[in-house]
């Protein structure tokens, strides 16, 4: 059976489908390409925020297709179908990992965010506590206009671990 | 006894505070830390990255 979490998003000319199932959180996506593909927000696909091809060359690199693309041309009826239904929006951060606390994983990209994943929770500026995650991209270059999180305005503002 | 899963604080126009249970990796692969509470520069301007050593005071920082 389909699996009910599966999600697809759309612009004019393709769709992407998300199968959580398959998401290893390999973090490929997001790492070249958080406009489109950011777990910090939801929805957090955007197919709005970068050209047609670009989407489809970091989809193809997803190690375990759990994000694929298909023409929208090409698309099933089931498939069209789907684009259009609303449905409650999961994300790569809400997915249950095993129930055992491991530690944090936490990297420090080069030039880039720092991505944390495993159990943690995060308290905002106001002492708040905010929902766990299990994925997350925190914003280092002080450029982000989506604070604390990283929105990929490091790359436009060239942060640069050296200076 | 179990260890007290990971936090991280974010501190008002400053850094991030990472405490309980967590690992720190460059991205090499290479461990950093693994013992807290640490705090992370999220201004751009350490000069002693990705750690914080004071360079957001006077810069005008907000986030
Ligand atoms: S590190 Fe990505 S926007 Fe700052
Ligand atoms: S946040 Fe303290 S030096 Fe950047």
Redesign the interface.
């Known amino acids: 059976m389909e699996d009910p979490r599966n999600r697809q998003y759309t612009n004019d000319e393709i769709t992407v489908f998300w199968k959580p199932a398959k998401c290893v959180h390999a973090t490929t996506c997001f790492r070249e390409l958080i406009e489109v593909f950011n777990p910090g927000r939801r929805p957090w696909v955007d197919m709005s925020a970068a050209s047609t091809q670009r989407i489809i060359e970091v989809t193809d690199k997803c190690p375990t297709d759990a994000i694929v693309w298909k023409y929208n041309k090409d698309l099933s009826e089931n498939e069209l179908q789907a684009s259009t239904s609303t449905s409650e929006e999961v994300n790569p951060e809400t997915l249950s990992t095993d129930p055992e606390?491991?530690?944090?994983?936490?990297?420090?990209?080069?030039d880039g965010p720092?991505v944390?994943e495993?159990?943690?929770?995060?308290?905002?500026?106001?002492g708040n506590e905010l929902k766990s995650m299990i994925m997350t991209s925190?914003?280092?270059?002080?450029?982000?206009h989506s604070?604390?999180y990283c929105d990929g305005r490091h790359r436009k503002i060239g942060?640069n671990?050296k200076k | 006894m179990k260890e007290k899963s990971a936090q991280f604080r974010v501190i008002e126009n400053k850094s991030l505070e990472v405490s309980g249970s967590f690992e720190i990796f460059n991205a090499k692969g290479e461990l950093l830390k693994s013992e807290g509470p640490i705090y992370l520069c999220r201004c751009g301007l350490s000069e002693n990255k990705p750690f914080c050593d004071g360079k957001h005071k006077n810069s005008g920082f907000t986030g």
């Open positions: 606390t491991k530690p944090a994983k936490v990297t420090i990209m080069k720092i944390v495993g159990e943690f929770k995060v308290i905002d500026s106001n925190f914003c280092r270059c002080g450029g982000s604070m604390p942060f671990d």
